[in-house]
């Protein structure tokens, strides 16, 4: 869909399949499914039917929420024992035991009396939280409730560790590696180390106190349990690293790293969670984040010998199937050709049907984001709701749907203190995603591994005169990247304004282009487009010869550094082929549709 013309411009084509249920703003709506797509300039339709029906059984948004304390968090991802005994009955029970026995199995917990333990150690004392998670398979039916006995982290002194933290693959890096196997047509596959931190001992003394219905299970399982019984409690004193204690991911970190040296990895200099090794002619990528590894390579009996290979140093591991998986709750999917869909329709069906969303918009912008908000602040029930779903959104928005980056990054200010209107707004967002749920991010597979930068700034847009800047990154036809910020200095002029987002979209493009080196991926000098050609002109002059421009701070002349070394390619591109535009305004159609079509185009495998 981005095709560059003669002119180094991008050609903008409109994208929507026959199925996908998206309408222009003069539709009368979806008569098959006799559901209503509201036009997304009716001002009339900001207004929600009753606030009223965010509380108790009442009704909300056409359906009815219980209670919806129980929608904190959204999904349903994670439960307590109240919520699953209610919702799973004896699969309860069933689950809890599976977890106990894993523990028991690989000496996670010792039982102690409480009068052994040190005067000392009896103040750091930390709780067992047990909770339930509802796993789904990829096609969104449910698989299985797992439960997991964690650590009381939060109870735990972090002073007392100087550097606790675990690296985790990060988000370019996944998008990096994952064009670069389209672009080259490479195999995939994944891999879960189950109970992946109760591989590793504890590096420190941590005791800990079980009680309730989890006490009990463990009795039920292991006799030897019931003589350290209190009638409530039973004390324990952790042998192996459970999920929850401070140090736990970095020892898992440090074991799994050590055991992929040993197998002859090598670890990025740019991401500590990309492993590279050269074999059978082509390299392979390894990308950690915690337990779930993925692997690239274009031998699939390249990638079965190097998984049993790591998976023979753990007790139990499971395996995807090759190039159609589930990897950090994201659907991934590779065609014949190398394409690769990448797309969250089961986390957004999912918080749909949480909310009971059935009213459809064809974009989740209006003029509400330009105006300023009186209206009266929500009660705090609403406001944990709003900021639960807020944190599941931008979730969203950084992985598969970017083009509602702009609208979260903006709601996101507001979750210690959201009004009636910045509700609506995040109401408006859900429709919009009920309308496109069969969206997401495409690799195309014969392409190549080229930087392409979208740069952007509105000047003033911001309800207190601040400006505010967009990058959005592609490889391959998908977006790697996108940032919707205010920006970090308040500028006088539109010229000023471009040239600060350019400053930190040259920045993220030279990170990138470097981050592709260090994992041996072949790419070219990263090409920027910016839609200012004065801005363009000032950076390739690397200074103002006008009285107008002088204030603008030199360090933004930088960018005309790296663009003279031969770092980065700067062009221009018209505002109607400038795909960050809708990362700095609420964008209305035919724009928002014509670009939101490009960088988050309907996905035919869901």
């Not at 909300?60 to 209610?86: M, R, S």
């Amino acid at each position: 869909n981005n095709e560059i013309n003669s002119n180094n411009e991008i050609d903008i084509h409109d994208k929507n399949s026959d199925n996908e249920l998206v309408h222009d703003d003069d539709d009368e709506g979806n008569k098959e499914t006799n559901e209503e797509v509201l036009d997304n300039n009716n001002e009339n339709d900001l207004e929600i039917d009753n606030y009223e029906h965010l509380s108790g059984d009442k009704k909300y948004d056409g359906g009815v929420i219980d209670n919806y304390h129980n929608v904190n968090p959204l999904v349903a991802v994670q439960l307590n024992f109240k919520e699953a005994n209610k919702k799973y009955g004896n699969q309860v029970d069933e689950s809890l035991d599976k977890e106990i026995s894993q523990l028991l199995s690989k000496n996670v917990t010792i039982p102690v009396h409480y009068n052994n333990i040190p005067y000392n150690m009896r103040d750091k004392i930390i709780l067992c939280i047990t909770n339930y998670k509802e796993k789904y398979h990829q096609d969104g039916s449910f698989e299985k409730l797992k439960a997991r006995v964690c650590a009381a982290g939060n109870h735990m002194d972090k002073n007392l560790y100087e550097d606790p933290y675990s690296p985790t693959l990060s988000q370019d890096s996944l998008m990096i590696l994952l064009a670069n196997a389209a672009t080259n047509n490479y195999n995939m596959r994944t891999l879960d180390v189950e109970g992946a931190y109760l591989e590793c001992d504890m590096d420190e003394i941590v005791y800990m106190k079980i009680s309730g219905k989890t006490a009990e299970r463990f009795i039920q399982l292991d006799d030897s349990y019931k003589n350290y019984y209190n009638g409530k409690n039973i004390y324990v004193k952790l042998n192996k690293a459970l999920y929850g204690c401070i140090s736990s991911g970095k020892l898992w970190y440090i074991k799994l790293k050590g055991i992929l040296i040993k197998n002859g990895y090598e670890t990025s200099t740019h991401d500590a969670c990309v492993f590279i090794k050269y074999i059978d002619n082509n390299y392979i990528w390894i990308g950690v984040h915690s337990d779930d590894l993925i692997f690239i390579h274009p031998n699939k009996d390249t990638i079965n010998m190097e998984m049993k290979n790591i998976g023979k140093e753990f007790n139990n591991y499971k395996s995807s199937s090759f190039n159609k998986f589930k990897h950090l709750g994201i659907n991934i999917y590779k065609y014949t050709n190398g394409d690769i869909e990448m797309n969250s329709y089961n986390y957004i069906k999912d918080m749909c049907n949480e909310l009971n969303i059935t009213k459809r918009l064809t974009s989740p912008n209006n003029s509400s984001y330009n105006i300023v908000d009186t209206t009266d602040a929500v009660d705090e029930d609403k406001r944990v709701l709003y900021h639960s779903i807020i944190c599941k959104l931008l979730f969203l928005s950084k992985r598969t749907r970017p083009d509602i980056l702009f609208n979260i990054s903006v709601l996101a200010k507001f979750v210690n203190n959201c009004t009636e209107m910045r509700l609506n707004q995040m109401i408006r967002v859900m429709r919009y995603l009920y309308n496109t749920m069969n969206r997401g991010i495409i690799f195309y597979g014969n392409s190549n591994n080229d930087i392409i930068v979208y740069s952007d700034a509105s000047h003033l847009r911001e309800i207190d005169a601040m400006g505010r800047g967009g990058v959005l990154v592609t490889i391959a036809g998908g977006v790697v990247m996108a940032k919707s910020k205010r920006l970090s200095i308040r500028t006088r002029s539109a010229t000023e304004s471009e040239l600060v987002a350019l400053e930190a979209a040259s920045h993220e493009a030279i990170v990138l282009f470097s981050k592709s080196l260090s994992f041996y991926i072949n790419t070219n000098i990263p090409i920027i487009y910016t839609d200012s050609e004065t801005a363009l002109q000032l950076v390739k002059n690397g200074k103002s010869n006008d009285t107008s421009t002088k204030h603008i701070l030199n360090k933004f002349y930088l960018i005309s550094d790296e663009l003279q070394n031969g770092n980065i390619n700067i062009q221009w591109c018209s505002t109607n082929n400038m795909l960050a535009d809708i990362l700095t305004k609420a964008a209305m159609n035919p724009q928002f549709k014509n670009i939101s079509n490009i960088i988050t185009p309907t996905i035919n495998n869901n």
